[in-house]
């Protein structure tokens, strides 16, 4: 089923991860953002900026997983573009979200 209609600014998903409320947290290529989606409501209940636009994918960690990771790509950026865009291919912290992750599952082979 249809979760959530991204908006024109928010471009396209790319990786994803669910926190400790249920929320889907998205990462927007090309949107330069990560943003949390609430699936029972389809609606977007918080965005990030980040400082560069081609944001790839998203997990927490940390000790109790309060800590954000996001990924960015500067992978296809011509020299220009990388000039203006310092931070492409960088990964990010975020702290202060409010929420948590959930610790992964880990199966035997």
Avoid at 50 to 72: A, H, N, Q, W
Wanted: with cysteine.
């Amino acid at each position: 089923r249809l979760l959530y209609h991204l908006e024109k600014e928010e471009q396209m998903p790319d990786g994803m991860c669910i926190d400790a409320e249920g929320k889907l947290w998205v990462a927007c290529i090309d949107g330069g953002r990560v943003i949390r989606i609430d699936p029972e409501t389809g609606k977007r209940i918080q965005t990030v900026r980040l400082p560069t636009p081609r944001i790839t994918s998203c997990c927490f960690g940390g000790k109790d997983y309060s800590e954000m990771y996001v990924t960015s790509a500067y992978d296809g950026l011509d020299e220009s573009t990388l000039a203006k865009e310092p931070h492409a291919g960088e990964i990010f912290k975020i702290t202060g979200l409010g929420v948590k992750g959930i610790p992964q599952n880990f199966y035997a082979a």
